[in-house]
C-alpha cells in the first residue's frame, strides 16, 4: 500500500506528455488505472489539474525502467522528508526557473555543470567566500555578473569590423 501511494505522488510530480482536457477515468490507459487505482472511486472529484498531473505522472511512471523508478521513489522520499519551508523554496526557484527563457537556463544548467565538476576544495572554497558576503556585498557581487552577461551578450550579437 505505501508503495502504491509513493508511486502515485511521484507520478504526480512527475511530468510526462499533455492532455489537452483532464482524462476521465475511462480515458485512462489500462497501465495508468492500475498506478492511479487509490483514486478510482474519486476520480470525478479531483479537481481538473490534478488529474491532469496525476495521468501524466501516470503514463510517465509507465515508461520508466525498474532503476528509473526506483530512483523516483528515493528522490520522492527525500523531498517528502523536506521541511515545508524549504519544499516552498523549492518550488519557488522551480518557477522562476521555468520563467526564464531557454537560453538563460541553458545558461544556468552550464553553469552548474561546471560547478559540478570543480574540485571539492574549489567548491569549498567558493561556497566559504559567498557565505562570508553581507547581503550588500552579494547584490553588489550578482549585479556585476549581470554587467558582465550583457557585455559579452552584446559583443556576440555586434558584427566584427575587418
Known amino acids: 500500500m505505501r508503495a502504491r501511494f509513493i508511486v502515485t505522488i511521484v507520478a504526480a510530480l512527475l511530468c510526462g506528455s ?3 482536457e483532464s482524462p476521465t477515468w475511462d480515458e485512462l490507459s489500462d497501465e495508468q488505472r ?3 487505482s487509490q483514486f478510482q ?3 470525478d ?7 491532469k498531473r496525476l495521468a501524466r505522472g501516470a503514463e510517465r511512471w509507465g515508461g520508466m525502467s525498474p532503476r528509473e523508478r526506483r530512483h523516483a521513489q528515493q528522490r520522492f522520499s527525500k523531498w517528502r522528508d523536506l521541511p515545508p519551508a524549504r519544499r516552498d523554496l523549492i518550488r519557488e526557484r522551480a518557477e522562476f526557473f521555468h520563467s526564464l527563457s531557454p537560453e538563460e537556463q541553458q545558461r544556468i ?3 552548474y555543470r561546471r560547478y559540478r565538476e570543480m574540485q571539492h576544495e574549489r567548491r569549498k572554497a567558493l561556497r566559504e567566500r559567498w557565505d562570508s558576503m553581507t547581503p550588500e556585498q ?3 557581487f550578482e549585479q556585476r555578473l549581470r554587467e558582465r552577461r550583457e557585455m559579452q551578450r552584446r559583443s556576440q550579437q555586434r558584427p566584427r569590423r575587418r
Open 18 to 20: 499533455a492532455f489537452a
Open 34 to 36: 492500475t498506478v492511479l
Open 41 to 43: 472511486d474519486t476520480w
Open 45 to 51: 472529484q479531483v479537481p481538473e489539474e490534478q488529474r
Open 109 to 111: 544548467r552550464e553553469n
Open 138 to 140: 552579494r547584490r553588489e
